[in-house]
Every structure is written in C-alpha cells, then in structure tokens.
C-alpha cells in the first residue's frame, strides 16, 4: 500500500513539473533589412503614446535627431537617401525631405546621430504575431529597440 502511495505522487510530481504541451519555443519571424530598403507593414502597428502606422503601405525607416528628441522616422518610399549618409534638416535637401515624413515614432534612447539630421539605418524586424519588435542597428549606434503592437 505504501509503494502504491509513493508511485501515486512521484507521478503527481512528474505531471506538474513537466512543461505542458503549449510551452514550446514562440515562433518568430526575422527579416533583415539593408539600409534604405522599403519597409512594408502587414498591420497596422501602434507604437508608444497611441501613434498608429498604417498597414498595407511601404515606408523607408531613418533615424532623425532634432530639438524634440529621437525619433524613428517612416519616409515616403520616393526619398532617394544613401544608405549611411547624413541629412542635415537645415539645408534644402533636409527641408524637402521633412515634408516626406509620414510618421515619427518617439525613441526613448540617446543614439549617436548628429543634432537636426536624419539618417536611413538597416534593421531587424521580429514578428512575434501580437508585437513586432524592430532593432535598429549601424556602425555609429549601437542596437536601439522599439517594440511596437499589432493592431488587426
């Protein structure tokens, strides 16, 4: 009798030890992007503070630095920029370039670009199914993260 209570709660303890059958690893689709490569979104994305970029449209992502902070900037697919070069806002080719701005997303980093430019970074975009996760990285900053919701 008293084995039968001892097989009776190892197999208890197994059971609820054990990871169940759901626990497996998240799947995750990555895709790399080269600097200045379209960005198209699938969903529409809603980022910290409520700002939503709209789905089913392409956009280049740049980095752009200016008085109010940091901010991951959605271009217009039409702006020619060099991967890697410097837009100075100041001049007219930045003055034109700013009214080809769809979105800014506020970034809550200090990054390492220059004060009033923008500048097209290469990405990583993790699809995670409720989130995509977007991890900027370059030769002058350091990888940056925005994480941002997926609204269907």
Do not use: W
């Not at 190892?10 to 169940?20: D, E, S, T, Y």
């Not at 600097?35 to 752009?64: D, K, P, Q, T, W």
């Not at 070069?85 to 003055?95: D, E």
């Amino acid at each position: 009798m008293r084995t039968v209570r001892v097989v009776a709660v190892a197999l208890l303890a197994v059971a609820l030890v054990a990871p169940g059958v759901g626990a497996g690893p998240k799947f995750r689709r990555v895709k790399h992007y080269r600097a200045g490569e379209m960005f198209c979104a699938s969903h529409a994305l809603v980022a910290v503070g409520n700002g939503v970029v709209i789905r089913e449209r392409c956009y280049v992502v740049a980095l752009l630095r200016d008085a109010r902070g940091t901010f991951l900037a959605f271009l217009d697919p039409g702006a020619r920029i060099p991967p890697g070069q410097l837009v100075r806002l100041s001049t007219p080719a930045g003055a034109k370039l700013r009214g080809r701005i769809f979105y800014l997303v506020p970034v809550q980093a200090a990054v390492a670009v220059p004060m009033d430019t923008l500048v097209v970074v290469p990405m990583r975009v993790e699809d995670e199914g409720s989130r995509l996760v977007v991890v900027l990285s370059g030769p002058s900053q350091p990888n940056l993260t925005v994480v941002f919701n997926v609204r269907l």
